[in-house]
């Protein structure tokens, strides 16, 4: 079974992988502006420091490190490190003085990040496309930088060039021997609303040259889309799951899942394992800080899915 490619419309927009339009109409999005801001979150916290990263991992393993919102480090067994949606930024924001702004800083900050062969850059949003990090990490180490239709015209034009650009089904060799594919999810990717959809969102699937597999979603909603991942790819030795920014869920049920939709997403996904991401970073919409961590745990009734620390590591079997 393969992966469909992505599909535009008459105006070049992307649509989802079940054909609908992507994201909300203008009208629900003033809408949803103007409801209240939910409940408040902290202005800065401070985690408990965590050992590093591991040097080095056992054969058919992988280390997750937890940085942050939906940036991880990943090491697979033969050294190569891989940094998923990196955004070391204050603010995820076109904006340098408002936006969403930290209520926590990087778990490991950018100056101290080992060597980074591999950066995989899911869409266009401000939370995870920053091209202040992208370009900080090309300056220092010249990754390989793995993105979806679209984007690596404006990463060249900041300073990021030679981005791998992937279709839906798409693969990319990386350094290593390693092998990665695109996969579709239910969202959209915009810097700002004239170029809506016009570049591709997704997220993708890892196959270490050692065998085994594993999921970076980026972002998405839910939907019929990940058990055709499951299906088409094979399931995953280990997932890493987005759990936040999901309250009004009448809007954002559209982009976003429920801590309990992850857990389903982890099913259909066919992984043996699921690491919790997209939260307790960025207050994004109207839930409390802890809310997605505290519903997860609630709701996983057995199932192997895990809520890391931040700055934490995870080993997991590929």
């Known amino acids: 079974m393969r992966l469909a490619p992505a599909v535009r419309d008459a105006q070049g927009r992307f649509r989802n992988p079940d054909g609908g339009v992507a994201g909300q109409s203008l009208r629900n999005v003033f809408r949803m502006m103007r409801e209240r801001g939910g409940t408040p979150w902290p202005m800065s916290l401070v985690d408990p420091p965590c050992p590093p990263p591991p040097a080095s991992v056992a054969a058919g393993h992988a280390a997750f490190t937890f940085i942050g919102h939906s940036t991880f480090l990943i090491r697979l067994d033969d050294g190569t490190t891989i940094l998923t949606d990196p955004i070391f930024s204050e603010r995820c924001s076109p904006l340098r003085w408002a936006g969403p702004k930290r209520a926590r800083p990087p778990a490991i900050a950018l100056e101290d990040l080992p060597r980074i062969d591999v950066v995989l850059v899911s869409h266009g949003h401000y939370d995870h496309l920053d091209l202040p990090s992208l370009r900080a990490l090309h300056a220092r180490w010249r990754p390989r930088v793995v993105t979806g239709l679209g984007h690596a015209a404006l990463m060249a034009r900041h300073g990021i060039p030679d981005a791998v650009e992937l279709d839906w089904g798409g693969q990319a060799e990386l350094p ?37 597999r594993l999921a970076f979603l980026g972002d998405t909603a839910a939907g019929g889309h990940l058990d055709v991942i499951g299906r088409a790819m094979g399931g995953f030795g280990a997932a ?41 970073t960025f207050k994004l919409t109207q839930e409390a800080i802890d809310e997605p961590g505290r519903r997860l745990m609630a709701a996983r009734n057995g199932q192997d899915f895990r809520l890391p620390d931040f700055g934490g590591s995870i080993t997991l079997p590929l």
């Open 176 to 212: 290593g021997g390693h092998r990665v594919t695109y996969l579709p999810m239910r969202h959209f990717s915009a810097r700002w609303i004239h170029d809506r959809s016009k570049a591709l969102w997704g997220g993708f699937a890892v196959e270490p040259a050692s065998g085994g």
């Open 240 to 280: 890493l799951i987005p759990i936040g920014a999901y309250e009004p869920f009448w809007f954002m049920q559209a982009v976003h899942m429920t801590p309990e939709q992850a857990l389903e997403a982890q099913l259909q996904l066919r992984a043996k394992t699921a690491v919790a991401m997209h939260f307790g």
